[in-house]
């Protein structure tokens, strides 16, 4: 902390992580560090894949390979930070370094929102209009609606995190969090937090509605095709992306789109774990174990590297 006329004024957090304990800190630690590395290989060798591998050259894989590395970076600006701190016992984190968190865990997340919004309506168009697929979703097209993603996931994370560090904090220091998230920052200021609980409200709210609404309506036009059609085995493609969807979905909603006075540390903390560290790491296994194409590419990669050897 530092004085500035007779006013402290915090220059830094202190995270409480999960508990205070070193035993138990070095359990957490010793359960947390594999999952983190899974989840770092997983969605590094799936963007690689997919990128080397001629046969994943198709929208669809192109919109998952930017699935994988929005959630390596949502993985990796959250667990080294979180695993430093159980591994050391406690933790510090500056404030630039916990506005610099913020945003780009709030831009991950949103981006996430959209790209998934995007690739329902990818499937939409594979599935009912089969015969326009190539016309409908060309290269510059798929680039184009990748770059929206960012923009608006980078539109988020800069409105969030400009707005929460513009608020004096000058007397509670102790953040009961693992990381930056929104909610317990704007706990800490010694300020009125109602422009921003009303942004987190506007802001989320209007990207997960919208991108929400857009995919209830892919799926529901892909039923109606389908159902018309008795063409059951074309949904076979959506069982992932609706999964990942409903984790998604589930966690970020409860999550941010709360009243404020139902925030609770403790019970946050284990959603924020959640969407953290957890669908990073299971969003590679969900995909590739019931991708048969993705399967396909793994065994033909892993036999010729066998056949070099």
């Known amino acids: 902390m530092a004085l500035h006329h007779n006013t402290t004024v915090v220059t830094a957090f202190i995270l409480l992580g999960f508990t205070s304990q070193r035993s138990l800190q070095l359990l957490l630690f010793s359960f947390f560090l594999p999952i983190y590395l899974l989840s770092v290989a997983g969605n590094l060798g799936l963007v690689i894949l997919i990128r080397v591998e001629r046969a994943l050259h198709t929208p ?113 220091n102790t953040l009961d969090h693992f990381f930056c998230d929104i909610p317990p920052v704007l706990a800490l200021a010694c300020a009125d937090t109602q422009i921003n609980q009303l942004l987190l409200l506007v802001v989320c709210g209007t990207i997960q509605s919208i991108t929400l609404m857009a995919i209830i309506t892919s799926y529901g036009l892909i039923l109606c095709t389908v159902g018309r059609t008795r063409t059951w085995r074309a949904m076979s493609t959506c069982g992932s992306h609706l999964t990942a969807v409903g984790v998604l ?61």
């Not at 949103?110 to 326009?132: F, G, N, S, T």
């Open 60 to 172: 669809m894989y192109y919109f998952l390979s930017h699935l994988a590395l929005m959630d390596l970076c949502s993985c990796c600006t959250v667990a080294p930070k979180m695993l430093l701190g159980l591994l050391k016992g406690y933790d510090t984190i500056p404030i630039p370094a916990c506005a610099l968190q913020m945003f780009f865990f709030a831009a991950a997340s949103d981006a996430e929102c959209c790209l998934l919004a995007v690739m329902a309506y990818d499937r939409y168009v594979a599935i009912c209009r089969p015969l326009h697929y190539g016309t409908a979703m060309p290269p510059h097209l798929c680039h184009l609606l990748v770059v929206a993603s960012y923009v608006a996931g980078m539109a988020s994370g800069v409105i969030h995190s400009s707005m929460a560090f513009r608020l004096p904090f000058c007397c509670a």
């Open 249 to 309: 979905y589930g966690t970020l909603i409860f999550m941010y789109l709360r009243p404020d006075g139902t925030y609770t540390p403790q019970t946050d903390k284990m959603t924020s774990l959640f969407y953290t560290v957890a669908i990073p790491t299971l969003n590679p296994a969900i995909y590739s174990l019931r991708n048969t194409k993705v399967n396909q590419a793994v065994k033909k990669r892993l036999s010729t590297r066998r056949h070099q050897t």
